[in-house]
């Protein structure tokens, strides 16, 4: 019986990177459909869940994604609400590739030292891929505070993670250079999750800061976010910190982000949001030591 994975994407046109890493990951046929909110998905749950029998609903799945992480989110929830007893199947979510991002980033910072205890700043964290780096850090035991240029949208960015999440983490404005320095000035972590292209500490910022023990950027794109770093950083050392680059741990990412798709045809009632995608990344790190 062949594996049908159905992508249902919150923008217009099914990303062709998530369907391209579907087959991969081992589905037989993707099915992408662009624009589904929770308000027009149902008919296509339905198709998804009413077919075939229950012991052979494992070889159905859905995967979730999309631009928008809480439009995601939003469908994320409206599907499971329509599964009942019999009648579901497996289904992830990773809007933006935020969930396989964050976790494969954060996965390769514990393979590197431990983050319990330590305090950790997420740069340009309000976006996706920050909010769930920051937390991941927290549900990990450190203390986290995510920068912006804009103080409410930090805020906000900390309620969301709240709310979602149930950790705790702290807003703080950072518009230039200097200030984005002062901000990592005592941490032991750095994480810069901005927008592709702009640079947001430069080598003097951190080079000679004996606080820092690790930093990860997830930008691959020229200037990338920490600069005298390197995109293809593996767990490098430079000036007595770990480094790891968007490519270093984007190796992981897509591992992971297959090893997922993969794990949806082996039953029909998995479940991957952030929790469970970060657990399976954890694991796959430490087989890997």
């Not at 990303?15 to 662009?34: K, L």
């Not at 920490?226 to 992981?252: E, P, S």
Request: with cysteine; hydrophobic share 40%.
């Amino acid at each position: 019986m062949k594996k049908l994975l159905f992508q249902f994407d919150t923008d217009i046109y099914p990303s062709v990177f998530d369907t391209v890493v579907a087959y991969d990951g081992g589905a037989d046929r993707v099915t992408g459909f662009g624009s589904i909110t929770p308000e027009n998905v149902t008919p296509l749950i339905e198709g998804a869940i009413f077919t075939r029998s229950p012991k052979e609903k494992k070889n159905t799945a859905i995967f979730v994604g999309g631009s928008d992480m809480k439009a995601g989110q939003r469908l994320f929830t409206t599907i499971q609400k329509h599964f009942f007893p019999d009648f579901q199947v497996s289904v992830m979510l990773d809007s933006n590739g935020s969930n396989t991002t964050a976790a494969a980033g954060v996965a390769k910072l514990l393979s590197s030292s431990t983050v319990s205890g330590k305090k950790a700043v997420v740069l340009a964290g309000t976006g996706p891929v920050g909010q769930r780096v920051a937390a991941m850090l927290a549900m990990e035991g450190a203390n986290v505070t995510i920068t912006s240029r804009e103080f409410d949208r930090a805020e906000q960015a900390c309620q969301q993670i709240k709310k979602r999440f149930g950790v705790i983490v702290s807003p703080l404005i950072a518009k230039t250079h200097e200030q984005r320095a002062e901000a990592i000035k005592n941490a032991q972590i750095v994480f810069a999750t901005g927008a592709a292209g702009i640079e947001l500490i430069a080598p003097e910022h951190w080079q000679n800061n004996d606080t820092i023990e690790m930093m990860a950027d997830a930008n691959a794109t020229p200037p990338i976010g920490i600069g005298g770093t390197d995109m293809m950083d593996k767990g490098q050392h430079r000036y007595g910190k770990i480094i790891w680059g968007a490519i270093g741990f984007g190796t992981l990412k897509l591992t992971l982000h297959r090893h997922c798709i993969s794990q949806l045809f082996e039953d029909n009632k998995l479940i991957l949001d952030a929790e469970e995608i970060f657990g399976i990344a954890k694991s796959m790190t430490l087989e890997n030591h």
